[in-house]
Structure formats: structure tokens, C-alpha cells
């Protein structure tokens, strides 16, 4: 089974508008911790917003927000009043485990968000 | 301050040839990490260090590739002989243990070609 499920192909959203961009994961751990990159056309990759297995409160990030629901085991992006510069992929990713024990990141396949002027 | 620096940017080599891939992680970095990205297999990684030590080495994808951490400031990722499938770009990325949530920052990486 895949550890991070990405199935939006891709996204539009008119600017200024927020757009939810979803991500599930499958874990047996109790501890891991959720992830969102961003990776514009240039290329580089862009960290933007992490979320701790035991954090009780939704992790926010100036415009980017998680919306973690555990028991359903999503962890979905919203980006809020967005902009011509927030198009591109965005990948969600996970570390299983404690920080200390496994630092290693898997990736989902990403989903492409345009919006629209 | 500097992000983590990769070099070359771009390489485009012949099949047969070694290829050695740089990088610099952000100062005080204790990990290091070494990702491919394609099309097909999307972005996974290669291995990674802790203080200079490799602690998972199982996403080399065989003997040709290799990678070491001489010092806390350089890394290398090789590959000897190069194969066109070896083509991708290449990240590397650090992260402090310090941090609660370890999040990893990425370079520009590496856009090798192998023809």
C-alpha cells in the first residue's frame, strides 16, 4: 500500500480564493509527522508546513494551514487567499517514527495547483 | 544565510562516464540527505547521514552509485559508470536533529542528463 495518496491530478483555483489540496497517509506508527513542500517550475523545493502525530491543534503557516484529522488519517493543505506565485506541485510527506530514530521522508506523487488570474 | 548549495547545477555526460554530484549543507546541519526525482518514480530517496555517518543507504539503487561525507560542510553522490536511466535531478537536503519536527531544506539541485 502507498504511504502517502495524492489522487488530485491537478488543481485550479481562481486567485484570491482558498483551495484545499488533499493528502492521506497510512501509518501503523503512533508517532510520525506530516509534511507539505511546494515546488514551483524552477524546480527547487520549498518546505512550507509540518504537523506532529500528537499535536493537538491544526499547524499554521501565514496563509498555509493543515487540516489533520487523525482518524480518517488525512492531513490536507489549505491555502488561503491565494496568489498568482502559489502555482505549482505540492508534495505531502511523512516520517514514521520518532524524529530521532528515522529521519527519513516518503513522498507522494504531488499534485498540481494552477490559479487562475 | 546560505540554503544548502548543490553543484553543478546542470550535467550532461555520456554513458560510461563517472559523475560526482556536491553539495553543501546549511551550516549546523546534522543530517544530510540525498533524493532523486523522475517522472516515473517521483522523489525518492537515496541515503541519508547523521554527523557525518550514513545511517540508510537502502534507496541506492546499485553498486554504481556510492556517496560519502568526508566533513560536516561537503557531501558527494557518484556515479560510476553513469547509465541514461540514471538521468533525473538529483537533491540533496539538511536538517537539524535540534528542530521538533526535523523538516528537511532542500538545494536546487542537480539536472543530470546521461546520454
Known amino acids: 500500500a502507498q504511504k502517502i495518496t495524492q489522487t488530485q491530478p491537478g488543481m485550479f483555483v481562481q486567485e484570491k480564493e482558498a483551495v484545499t489540496l488533499d493528502c492521506t497517509y497510512d501509518?501503523?506508527?503512533?508517532?510520525?509527522?506530516l509534511f507539505w513542500y511546494k515546488q514551483p517550475s524552477s524546480g527547487e523545493m520549498i518546505f512550507l508546513i509540518y504537523?506532529?502525530?500528537?499535536?493537538?491543534q491544526n499547524a499554521t503557516e501565514g496563509r498555509y494551514s493543515l487540516n489533520f484529522q487523525k482518524a480518517r488519517k488525512s492531513a490536507n493543505l489549505v491555502i488561503s487567499a491565494s496568489q498568482l506565485g502559489d502555482s505549482a506541485m505540492y508534495f505531502c510527506?511523512?516520517?514514521?517514527?520518532?524524529?530521532?530514530?528515522?529521519?527519513?521522508?516518503?513522498f507522494g506523487k504531488g499534485i498540481t495547483l494552477s490559479v487562475r488570474p | 544565510d546560505a540554503g544548502v548549495i548543490q553543484s553543478p547545477r546542470h550535467e550532461v555526460t555520456e554513458m560510461g562516464q563517472e559523475v560526482t554530484l556536491r553539495c553543501k549543507p546549511i551550516s549546523g546541519h546534522d543530517y544530510l540527505f540525498w533524493y532523486r526525482q523522475t517522472m516515473m518514480r517521483g522523489l525518492e530517496l537515496l541515503i541519508y547521514f547523521n554527523n557525518n555517518v550514513p545511517i540508510d543507504d537502502s534507496g541506492m539503487p546499485e553498486d554504481r552509485f556510492s556517496a560519502k561525507m568526508p566533513n560536516a560542510s561537503f557531501s558527494t553522490l557518484k556515479i560510476q559508470p553513469s547509465e541514461p536511466r540514471d538521468s533525473a535531478v538529483y537533491f540533496c537536503?539538511?536538517?537539524?536533529?535540534?528542530?521538533?519536527?526535523?523538516?528537511?531544506?532542500f538545494g536546487p539541485g542537480t539536472r543530470l542528463t546521461v546520454t
Open positions: 537536503a539538511s536538517s537539524y536533529g535540534g528542530s521538533p519536527s526535523y523538516e528537511q531544506y
Open positions: 510527506a511523512m516520517r514514521e517514527g520518532y524524529a530521532g530514530a528515522n529521519s527519513k521522508l516518503t
Open positions: 501509518t501503523s506508527d503512533q508517532s510520525y509527522g
Open positions: 504537523q506532529g502525530s500528537y499535536d493537538e
